[in-house]
């Protein structure tokens, strides 16, 4: 079941540049599009959501793009922090429904 | 803030014994869901519960796996017989009912 992808098993960048982490969906049928972070030890915690009748929605340095033609969506953190260091998954859901998540993305911010 | 907790933080177990494993979802919520996570892979949807009942399942629950909500505050998952593959950080989760999930810091679980 690869419905929702991240082709990038990690990403490293400078503080303070922009980090951009990508996510793939192959089912047109999600709804609602989520980015949760986690650090090791915890369980993921949610960062920001999408509705899939928007193509963009920003909380603070944090800005989620929605392509729904391309099915694809990225999470963009400017500037970028240290503690922004986590695993960031890309999730997906249909109708209050399961939640699809992609394999994550380890985001290293170097100081 | 209210969270869902989960216990044990680790458990060790011996292939082909019965594992459960213990969560407490935030008490308004309704909609209750089992994750699990093998090292080094993706966050896999097990089941998601409501009304009492399972609303959907993957393919990964299969009847060595079931559910239960045995009062108003516990959500448990059972494994009946462990099989080494099982190996995992199970986490919780719940909702009261829109789309951010709730997760519980989760129960590494080793199978031997």
């Known amino acids: 079941d690869q419905q929702v992808k991240q082709n990038s098993p990690s990403l490293s960048v400078q503080e303070g540049r922009i980090s951009i982490l990508n996510c793939d969906y192959t089912?047109?049928?999600?709804?609602?599009f989520l980015w949760y972070k986690k650090y090791p030890a915890e369980g993921p915690t949610f960062l920001i959501s999408i509705s899939s009748i928007k193509d963009k929605n920003e909380d603070g340095r944090f800005t989620v793009f929605l392509n729904k033609s391309a099915k694809h969506l990225s999470l963009h953190i400017v500037p970028s922090q240290p503690g922004d260091s986590a695993v960031y998954f890309c999730?997906?859901?249909?109708?209050?429904?399961?939640?699809?998540f992609g394999a994550g993305t380890r985001l290293t911010v170097k100081p | 803030e209210p969270e869902v907790t989960q216990t044990p933080s680790h458990q060790v177990t011996q292939m082909g014994q019965e594992v459960i494993l213990r969560c407490v979802p935030i008490s308004n919520h309704l909609y209750f869901y089992w994750y699990r996570q093998i090292l080094g892979q993706k966050v896999e949807f097990l089941v998601s519960f409501y009304n009492n009942e399972i609303s959907e399942k993957s393919e990964i629950f299969d009847d060595q796996f079931s559910v239960e909500r045995p009062d108003g505050s516990n959500f448990t998952l059972k494994i009946r017989s462990t099989k080494l593959e099982d190996s995992a950080m199970y986490f919780c989760?719940?909702?009261?009912?829109?789309?951010?999930?709730?997760f519980g810091s989760g129960t590494q679980l080793s199978v031997l």
């Open positions: 989760a719940s909702v009261q009912g829109g789309e951010k999930l709730f």
């Open positions: 999730a997906a859901r249909i109708n209050n429904n399961d939640m699809r």
């Open positions: 089912n047109s049928m999600f709804d609602y």
